[in-house]
């Protein structure tokens, strides 16, 4: 297979990637507002979305929901925007690699439901009974582990990129 025939590939594998972004972008904030609501209003709809509150009074979970869902869609948006940069004669634009490190910084979003959470739960719990209990899901480690690989590579395609703008001046 030809050069031109993989980048054409990639390109279009881009775009479909693009509107998953942008769907995310929507229903992060609407599934997490839909879940508030009904928790809050006890819904009887057909459809429901439910939210877990970890523990937490239900104020603070949705508020850390909320900010999660901003996160989360502000980081989407960012990746659909580097989607929309990818062409076949530039693959990994300048703009791009720039924009695909907003997406893994924003990704810390982790932070707020992996252990932002947890440990608003274990000062909450400490002032109610005295005692202080921090307990991390693993999984959520994970996440935060993996955000912080995207972030490094991240800094690798931006150097990458200025590396093959320097390629382009040259010649």
Do not use: C
């Amino acid at each position: 297979m030809r050069e031109s025939e993989k980048s054409r590939r990639l390109v279009q594998a881009a775009r479909r990637l693009r509107w998953v972004a942008w769907a995310g972008v929507l229903l992060a904030p609407l599934l997490t507002v839909a879940a508030l609501a009904n928790t809050w209003l006890g819904s009887t709809a057909p459809v429901q979305a439910e939210m877990d509150a970890g523990g937490l009074p239900l104020a603070w979970a949705g508020t850390l929901a909320l900010a999660q869902a901003a996160l989360v869609a502000a980081a989407l948006w960012q990746l659909a925007q580097l989607l929309g940069q990818v062409r076949i004669e530039r693959l990994f634009p300048l703009q791009g690699s720039r924009r695909f490190g907003r997406f893994a910084g924003l990704l810390l979003a982790v932070l707020v439901n992996g252990v932002l959470a947890p440990l608003l739960g274990a000062l909450l719990s400490a002032s109610a009974h005295g005692q202080l209990r921090l307990s991390i899901d693993g999984a959520d480690l994970l996440a935060v582990l993996v955000t912080l690989v995207l972030w490094l590579v991240a800094r690798f395609l931006d150097a990458a990129a200025r590396y093959e703008d320097d390629h382009h001046s040259i010649i």
